[in-house]
């Protein structure tokens, strides 16, 4: 289905529109359009757009980076993996005051601007409403629990439904000592 969702998304192409007199008119040449198609020199909106839904739908929160030229103008996107972004706050700060950074390369977590963040959520995570929920996220343990049994009913099978050993002990009472359980 993420897949799917993935292929989907990326046929619509991204417009900018402006409201005007109650009236929502497209923005020709609009900077924002060109960004999201070409977020930067590596990779293409098509790319972008299915890392961040994955991410959204996985995790409920999905980021965004903002690189900015000399004018404060963007001119690049970079996506970020959920687990590598992480919405702080302060004690009596605002709500948000900066996210910590990650990077996958192992460098120290770096802080970022919120304004140089574009962090989307699904929905609230009543745990902490600065993040999302994604609806996958609260089952998706018994989805990998249902991917362990299945891996292990298929080795079994391929056994001819006999396990290749079984341990136990001869008497429940006396449990094996350490240095035999290493043996």
């Known amino acids: 289905p993420l897949l799917w969702i993935g292929r989907a998304f990326t046929q619509a192409e991204p417009i900018v529109e402006r409201r005007r007199a109650g009236l929502w008119r497209v923005v020709e040449d609009h900077p924002l359009a060109g960004l999201l198609e070409r977020p930067n020199d ?26 900015r030229d000399e004018l404060r103008r963007v001119v690049e996107l970079w996506y970020a993996p959920h687990w590598t972004v992480e919405p702080r706050w302060l004690p009596g700060g605002r709500f948000i005051d900066y996210y910590d950074y990650t990077p996958i390369d192992g460098r120290p977590a770096q802080p970022l601007p919120v304004a140089d963040v574009v962090h989307l959520r699904y929905g609230l995570d009543p745990d902490n409403p600065r993040k999302g929920l994604a609806p996958l996220k609260s089952v998706i343990r018994e989805v990998m629990t249902d991917e362990e049994a299945a891996k292990f009913s298929a080795y079994i099978l391929r056994n001819m439904g006999v396990p290749g050993g079984v341990i136990a002990p001869k008497n429940t009472d006396r449990p094996p000592k350490p240095e035999d359980v290493q043996a």
Request: charged fraction near 20%; glycine fraction near 8%.
């Open 42 to 67: 590596f990779y293409d909106g098509d790319s972008m757009f299915k890392a961040l839904l994955l991410s959204w739908f996985i995790d409920g929160n999905a980021y965004l980076i903002k690189v």
